[in-house]
């Protein structure tokens, strides 16, 4: 009978065999190219939004031209009626986007994980109580409650945020929660129990840790949904008053133009839904690179 092949164990401890599993190709090459190509770009243009203020050709609330300026050398998307240049208000649009898009999302990953986090570890009443929370947020529609809430506490970019951010967290609550539960009742969260490890320790140790790769996954498909609604409070006048670039708010003024000066309105809407469309393309993509670690 043959024998197995020893294994041997070098200076530093770990065994020869091992060391030659290379694990980088297989993750690199677990999602298809074309979700790989869509995720570059989300990144690009992410970054892009971010550090608008550094190749904007113009203030995006100041007039730089004469106004209705179609596309040109001068102004690569024209101008709009009151003479700023759409290119620049543009890209500030897009920062704008993005900013919001990250804030209502990192609240709604710490209200929601935390109120989850401790909903699925404590259970009994803590549970119940909380899950009822979550529950009558839910029941409520969260436009209609983000719009109830900026009509309210009156038009602004802080006050759209806060309105998202109370309809937002109820989805992760659920996510973490239902991870959580899953993850307690794992062999090895029995035996740390046993050990003796702390309560708290155990929660950001172990069950938090486990939930991670499903909240990045929602995170990153939320973000389209996101940039949408938000666009769409914008779109009703409900953002930042004028001149404040939002590309809900230029795409709604720029309407009575659509017909005539069509780059008014149709290069933030366009805008829009690149954002939207490489949000969603790249959420696609991180599910996959989760799904496949």
């Known amino acids: 009978m043959a024998l197995a092949e020893p294994i041997v164990i070098e200076s530093s401890g770990i065994p020869r065999r091992f060391k030659r599993v290379n694990v980088l190709p297989q993750f690199r090459h677990g999602i298809r190219r074309v979700d790989q190509i869509f995720l570059v770009l989300f990144v690009i243009v992410a970054i892009g939004s971010l550090i608008a203020p550094w190749f904007a050709p113009h203030n995006p609330i100041s007039a730089s031209a004469t106004p209705l300026v179609p596309p ?118 029995e035996a740390a129990r046993l050990a003796g490890t702390k309560r708290i320790r155990l929660w950001t140790r172990h069950l938090l840790p486990g939930a991670f790769p499903t909240i990045l996954v929602a995170a990153s498909l939320d973000v389209g949904n996101l940039l949408l609604m938000l666009a769409g409070l914008s779109f009703l006048g409900l953002g930042a008053p004028q001149p404040a670039p939002e590309l809900g708010a230029m795409t709604a003024l720029g309407l009575p133009y659509l017909l005539v000066q069509w780059w008014v309105p149709l290069f933030p809407a366009i805008a829009i839904f690149i954002l939207a469309f490489l949000a969603n393309a790249g959420g696609d993509a991180v599910r996959g690179l989760i799904a496949d670690w």
């Open 72 to 189: 040109g050398h001068a102004a690569w998307f024209g101008t709009d009626e009151a003479g700023r240049d759409v290119f620049s208000r543009v890209l500030f649009g897009m920062r704008t986007s993005w900013i919001a898009a990250i804030v209502v999302i990192t609240s709604g990953i710490v209200i929601g994980g935390t109120i989850g986090l401790i909903a699925g570890a404590a259970g009994g009443w803590i549970d119940g109580v909380l899950m009822r929370l979550t529950d009558a947020f839910l029941a409520l529609p969260a436009p209609v409650l983000a719009i109830a809430v900026v009509s309210a506490l009156g038009p602004s970019f802080a006050h759209v945020l806060l309105a998202v951010g109370i309809v937002w967290w109820p989805y992760y609550a659920r996510i973490v929660r239902a991870d959580v539960r899953g993850l307690a009742a794992r062999p090895h969260l």
